[in-house]
């Protein structure tokens, strides 16, 4: 493990100056997972340690690469959550949510569970994967194993080592890597054709709802091929104390064909599915993302108009700079292929003219001023989306005396929706106030100029 020390964290293992790490939690073939904890925050994070000459050796950075992309997309409660990534020159570290209530596996160890018990965690395993398909990942190596529990019972799905993303489908629109584990592998994985990712994950939320309520698996022989051809041919029993209407579900879902088998809209609408289902997902994250935007700025209720008595920006701290501007300390970044959309931009304008364009922009768009303060403004659409209303939050920040940056987030909305709001809208509106946009080519060469200028904060 690569650590440092200094004053009075000797003897202590320090990721980085900003983490603490602790006990071996667990370790694989190339990764070992500890206990972490954030010094600044306190927080308690679980940290993969992953040596990089032996990942590149087995050829498998292309996964390791996949699983940052992928973790970025899939933010959900019942997900496990990748808070960042970092490296040194031997070593790739994912920091990641601390989930301490163990593997869901462990407790299927002690006996079988009760229908209802075992309905909350297909509940949300099931809007887990539904969130994860909206976003074309599909995880392909469900199991009892790889869902967490947190101190309060909720599931956490986790280890996306061979989750696949879109442009890894071939002409046909569809996988062929072979991957998974056996005994949850749909079987026209197993037969080596050609996959449809999502129905191959309904196949294994199937066996994981059997296996909770039975105690074993449906599919198991000594004889690995014999227990192939049970699951060629979909043959299985349920135990005496399987109820009428499990029975059904899961007779849908492990269907050999996979086009029969049933979708994931489909058991969202069954009686016994929506028992008790409650929990709103993307709710959570927009009420929690509002709530943030509204505190910072007195948590008003009604629009009102921009304060102009500020006469500027607040400077931009120069580590934030380098943390926004430079790819170097952004490590997801060096592991895509692809050039993310940007949602920061460089102006040589004035804060005022940069917020005029935003908001003419903004009306152009359709989009309501909800709420505004100083240099910073909410905007929200007026079209209900995959997850409710997009609202984008801009903010501009002087860096030198002609030079500001402006950053957006979501502050509630899909995810896709925004990317495209950033690329499609956003981009072309404000192409005559904008310097460079963050991760464009000549970004570097920006940042550059932006260091050069005296006034750059250092605190």
Not at 272 to 278: A, D, L, Q
Not at 406 to 431: I, M, N, Q, W
Request: glycine letters at 8%.
């Amino acid at each position: 493990m690569e650590s440092n020390q200094s004053g009075s964290g000797a003897g202590r293992h320090l990721l980085l100056g900003k983490y603490e790490m602790g006990r071996l939690l667990g370790q694989g073939t190339f990764a070992k997972v500890y206990y972490g904890k954030n010094l600044s925050s306190g927080e308690s994070v679980a940290i993969k340690v992953i040596n990089i000459d032996q990942v590149k050796k087995e050829g498998l950075m292309e996964q390791i690469k996949r699983e940052i992309s992928v973790m970025h997309l899939v933010r959900h409660p019942n997900i496990v959550e990748l808070k960042e990534v970092m490296a040194t020159k031997g070593k790739i570290f994912f920091v990641m949510e601390y989930v301490k209530g163990g593997e869901l596996f462990a407790k299927i160890y002690k006996g079988k569970l009760k229908e209802d018990v075992a309905r909350k965690y297909f509940q949300q395993l099931i809007s887990a994967v539904d969130f994860c398909h909206s976003r074309g990942v599909s995880h392909r190596d469900l199991k009892p194993e790889n869902l967490l529990l947190d101190e309060n019972e909720n599931l956490k799905i986790s280890d996306f080592g061979l989750s696949a993303l879109p442009e890894q489908h071939r002409n046909d629109g569809l996988l062929h890597t072979q991957c998974g584990t056996p005994a949850y592998v749909a079987p026209e994985i197993l037969r080596k054709k050609g996959y449809d990712g999502s129905k191959a994950d309904i196949w294994s939320c199937g066996i994981i709802l059997y296996v909770l309520l039975a105690g074993f698996l449906p599919f198991q022989d000594e004889n690995i091929m014999k227990m192939y051809r049970k699951v060629f041919k979909a043959e299985f029993e349920f135990p005496p104390w399987f109820s009428s209407d499990t029975k059904k579900l899961i007779y849908k879902l492990l269907v050999a064909d996979p086009e029969k088998r049933l979708t994931i809209p489909a058991i969202m609408e069954l009686p016994w599915f929506k028992k008790g289902f409650t929990f709103g997902g993307s709710n959570s994250f927009k009420e929690t993302e509002e709530d943030e935007f509204e505190q910072e700025n007195g948590g008003e209720e009604e629009s009102v108009a921009l304060s102009r008595s500020q006469s500027s920006p607040r400077f931009l701290n120069a580590f934030e700079l380098i943390s926004s501007m430079s790819s170097g300390f952004d490590l997801s970044n060096l592991f895509e292929n692809k050039k993310k959309p940007g949602s920061i931009f460089t102006s040589r304008c004035t804060a005022s003219t940069i917020l005029a364009k935003i908001e003419s922009m903004a009306k152009g768009l359709r989009f309501k001023i909800v709420k505004s303060k100083e240099f910073k403004v909410k905007m929200q659409g007026t079209e209900e989306g995959r997850k409710g209303k997009l609202s984008v939050v801009a903010e501009i920040f002087e860096v030198a005396p002609e030079v500001a940056i402006v950053e957006f987030s979501k502050c509630s909305g899909d995810t896709l929706e925004y990317v495209k709001f950033c690329e499609e809208d956003a981009r072309p509106a404000l192409k005559d106030i904008v310097w460079t946009w963050q991760g464009d080519t000549d970004g570097s060469q920006s940042f550059n100029n932006i260091a050069d200028c005296k006034k750059v904060v250092f605190l």
